[in-house]
């Protein structure tokens, strides 16, 4: 897979740990894509993100331009649970949301050995996940008005 020629500051820190400015543009960045570029009103701020590791890239401009967040097995589902995968329009199209991926894998293998991994994904980002390993165990449904599949990567 391509991976971006840019140079981007990636970091893994628990919600304790993140910087308040950096915290504020990472739920910017969640806001922006998945509440206005996605017209989809939902709560995004479920209550998880304080269990969660987050996962970004920060770039020259000391924005957030790609981040996910993972959850340990037992929290969204019985198996650890990868959401909120994100990257910004700006570098969409470079690379950047494999290597995103690709971190955050190798942080969950790093952190919590082999183990299955769900996410749901929406329905049109199948492809993307299934180059990762995760395949669709569920039937389309609908999650705050969008087509998704649960996938798993075992």
């Given at each position: 897979m391509t991976m971006p020629?840019?140079?981007y500051s990636w970091h893994w820190k628990k919600l304790a740990d993140l910087e308040v400015?950096?915290?504020?543009r990472i739920m910017a960045l969640r806001s922006e894509v998945f509440v206005v570029e996605q017209d989809c009103v939902y709560q995004d701020l479920d209550g998880l993100d304080e269990a969660a590791y987050h996962?970004?890239?920060?770039?020259?401009n000391d924005q957030p331009v790609a981040y996910s967040r993972?959850?340990?097995?037992?929290?969204?589902?019985?198996?650890?649970?990868?959401?909120?995968?994100?990257?910004?329009a700006s570098v969409r199209?470079?690379?950047?949301?494999?290597?995103?991926?690709?971190?955050?894998?190798?942080?969950?293998?790093?952190?919590?050995?082999?183990?299955?991994?769900?996410?749901?994904?929406q329905e049109h980002l199948q492809g993307y996940y299934q180059r990762w390993g995760f395949n669709t165990i569920s039937e389309v449904y609908l999650e705050d008005g969008i087509p998704h599949v649960a996938m798993l990567r075992k």
């Open positions: 020629k840019n140079s400015v950096i915290l504020y996962c970004f890239a920060i770039d020259s993972v959850l340990p097995a037992g929290l969204a589902y019985s198996e650890l649970a990868i959401g909120r995968v994100v990257t910004s199209g470079s690379g950047l949301g494999h290597e995103l991926l690709q971190r955050t894998l190798q942080h969950c293998e790093h952190t919590w050995g082999h183990q299955a991994i769900k996410l749901s994904a």
